[in-house]
């Protein structure tokens, strides 16, 4: 063990206030979303706050007094739109400190185009049946225009450039030189602009209605919970918990990540964030710059797919396909406690052939203590996933769970909010809002072109044809696609896209429509770890100073049971606790499979895990050689796979390898003994 690891002190448990200008440096070239205006004027600063608490008391209000959906959804982006041209700048290295006049302008159009809807609403509804006149394509054009450039502001230019791609294609899918599985009638501009503004399968679809309803909700349950200290709680209790073990620091980023990750949805903010603290311990007891960036990125990227809050997505997954939230949380518990045993296991493994360690316990909170400060704060997540399975509705659930943050947090001095600190939480939930909003509006784009052009056939039968009638090649096409429209995307709009463009391949093939949302679910959060544009992984290089690319082949390598396993439950849905046997494409109902079948994938699950695992990380107890990594390898994967065959013959390999290994490194530490 080197000085440094026995010099670990406090000092360094702080790393992360040391790091705080590298954090935000960080968080700002890798997501657009942290480049906000530092505005001088107080004044100013006053507004912006008094609009964002007012678009927090909005959906409160809207939470018990629903207004007609179109008008709802408006509002919500109408507002949201309006705060991003006040906060966010036009360009990178513009003046921060001031407002130009144009964003003014772009603020109050953004308005316009709710006032103009709410006050012509009746006359869409009724006289002109939503047929468009050409004042509606105007403030169509314009709303389009608007929600483009705020998408560029918060979320960078690939989003914007993909909804852009999408909006041509109905204007030219008519001409002749196209090819004929593309080809369509003609659409004139009130054909498109209408879908996209007057209706609820264009701007204002699902995605947004999600977002009104249950993402802002539950993101400003976050802010609350973020006030009220529970992000020093993960941190702290992961501490106490595996601080002290093997590699410990690497196994509480994976820990703290993993449940702040789950919460907040921003798998780069959660980098970040939790980043600063969990690097710099990792690198002080002897882990490589490029890995402790990746174990990072990849604990808070797989927080996207850990139950009960899975980032919000389990709530729009709810709302896109039907089935009860308990269903979809219950069916994603063991795929995500699989796949983050492979990477605490990774973790394990590197720090065991290494000869990393802990850190000390006298520098370390002590579990009981720290339950016993803060454990309070945990009251209000059991009470949500309690009112959620007692089928309250989501969002009466999530409003219900933010007075209960409130009330919670008073139950000792250092969480208690005072008035202040709830109105800056309101603020904090509404300016981080703001991403997903937009990106949501801009995913109903092109939501709304694929409903107008039937795009999504066209996707689905392309997808099914390369697959040429096989179900593997179908899946490894469908994850490729959901890989691509998910890179550079926020994990919720990565979902609806790939939910939109690419699961209803599946259907070709029986797959229920739970499973096969699951499954592109996966691999559109995943491209945030799959190089070439593996943002949360270069985020994590970024702090850790490695390069961004070796991180993310890293991450890579650190999630490869989280490539592994949707295909796994694909081909048996045990191992989502459902049973499929008879039952229809679009079930929204599934009993439980036989308890033996789920007690006998977990347990295979679990061991192969650990074996592809070390197999990975070429070590355990010893090193391996490659001719046993290999073999490991394929030993593991076979116990993985559900089948008995496969089990008996994976398991055999996997025990056999760890036995010899076992008594090799019993052998050799017999010897160090002697000597």
């Known amino acids: 063990m080197t000085k440094d690891n026995r010099d670990l002190d406090v000092e360094s448990v702080s790393a992360h206030e040391e790091d705080k200008n590298l954090s935000q440096e960080v968080l700002e070239k890798y997501d657009t979303d942290a480049k906000v205006r530092k505005l001088k004027n107080r004044k100013l600063v006053f507004l912006i706050a008094a609009i964002a608490i007012a678009y927090s008391v909005y959906h409160l209000y809207v939470t018990f007094n629903p207004l007609p959906a179109l008008q709802a959804r408006s ?29 003014w302008i772009l603020f109050i159009f953004s308005l316009g185009t709710a006032g103009y809807l709410m006050y012509e609403y009746n006359d869409i509804m009724t006289t002109r049946g939503g047929i468009p006149n050409t004042l509606d394509i105007v403030f169509a054009i314009l709303t389009v225009v608007l929600v483009l450039e705020a998408a560029r502001r918060v979320t960078g230019i690939i989003l914007p450039i993909l909804a852009l791609v999408f909006l041509a294609y109905p204007f030219i899918s008519h001409f002749i030189w196209m090819p004929n599985m593309l080809m369509t009638r003609p659409f004139d501009l009130g054909d498109i602009f209408g879908q996209l503004y007057l209706k609820t399968e264009g701007l204002y679809s699902t995605a947004i209605s999600a977002s009104l309803q249950f993402i802002f909700l539950f993101i400003l349950f976050g802010a609350f919970l973020a006030k009220s200290g529970m992000g020093q709680l993960f941190n702290d209790l992961a501490m106490a918990l595996a601080g ?48 402790a960036g990746a174990v990072e990125a990849s604990a808070s990227v ?40 492979g990477v605490i296991m990774q973790v394990h493994f590197r720090a065991g052939k290494e000869n990393l360690k802990g850190i000390p316990k006298a520098d370390l909170p002590r579990t009981k203590e720290v339950l016993k400060e803060k454990g ?19 969002a009466y659930a999530a409003f219900y769970t933010i007075v209960l943050t409130v009330v919670v947090a008073g139950f000792r001095k250092s969480t208690r909010m005072g008035f202040k600190d709830v109105l800056e939480a ?110 949360a992984a270069f985020a994590g290089a970024g702090i850790s100073g490695g390069d961004p690319m070796r991180t993310g082949l890293n991450a890579l390598r650190l999630s490869i049971a ?24 679009n079930a929204t109902e599934f009993a439980l499979p036989p308890i033996l079948e789920i007690v006998t994938i977990t347990i295979t699950a679990i061991i192969g895990i650990i074996g592809l695992s070390a197999a990975a990380e070429g070590y355990f107890q010893t090193k391996l050689n490659v001719l046993f990594r290999i073999v490991l390898g394929a030993g593991a994967l076979m116990l993985i796979v559900p089948e008995t065959l496969t089990d008996i013959i994976g398991l055999t390999i996997v025990l056999g390898i760890f036995v010899i290994n076992f008594m090799k490194n019993k052998k050799e530490n017999t010897a160090a003994a002697a000597s």
């Not at 690497?250 to 603290?277: E, H, W």
């Not at 997954?317 to 699989?338: D, F, H, R």
Request: proline share 6%.
């Open 75 to 103: 509002i919500h982006v109408a507002v949201g739109m309006g705060l991003i041209f006040l906060v966010y700048p036009t360009f990178k290295k513009q003046d921060r400190t001031k407002i130009p006049f144009y964003d």
């Open 244 to 291: 002290s073990k093997q590699g410990g620091p690497a196994k509480v980023a994976v820990i703290s990540s993993g449940f702040m990750g789950s919460i907040n949805g921003s798998a780069i903010a959660n980098v970040v964030g939790t980043g600063a603290f969990t690097i710099p311990l990792m690198k002080k007891i002897g882990y490589n710059k490029n890995f």
């Open 302 to 341: 797989g927080g996207q797919i850990l139950p009960p809050i899975m980032g919000a997505s389990a709530f729009i997954m709810a709302e896109t396909t039907g089935i009860a939230y308990g269903t979809i949380a219950l069916a994603a518990l063991l795929p995500a406690v699989l796949y983050f045993l």
């Open 376 to 394: 309070h704060l945990l009251l209000p997540i059991v009470g949500l996933v309690f009112m959620l399975y007692t089928g309250m509705p989501i």
């Open 426 to 535: 309101m603020e904090n939930g509404a300016r981080q809002s703001l991403s997903v909003m937009i990106a949501c509006a801009v995913v109903g784009i092109i939501i709304g072109v694929v409903s107008l052009t039937s795009f999504g056939t066209v996707m689905t039968s392309a997808i099914t044809s390369f697959g040429a009638g096989s179900l593997f090649w179908t899946l490894f096409l469908t994850m490729l696609a959901s890989i691509v429209l998910g890179m550079g995307l926020p994990s919720i709009p990565a979902y609806i896209i790939t939910a939109t463009m690419t699961a209803p391949a599946l259907a070709e093939f029986g797959i229920p429509v739970l499973v096969a949302h699951l499954f592109v679910f996966y691999f559109g959060i995943f491209a945030n770890i799959t190089p070439p544009v593996a943002l």
């Open 562 to 585: 989280g490539f592994i396993i949707p295909y796994l439950f694909v081909y048996n849905p045990a191992m989502l606790m459902i049973d499929t046997t008879d039952i229809a494409v």
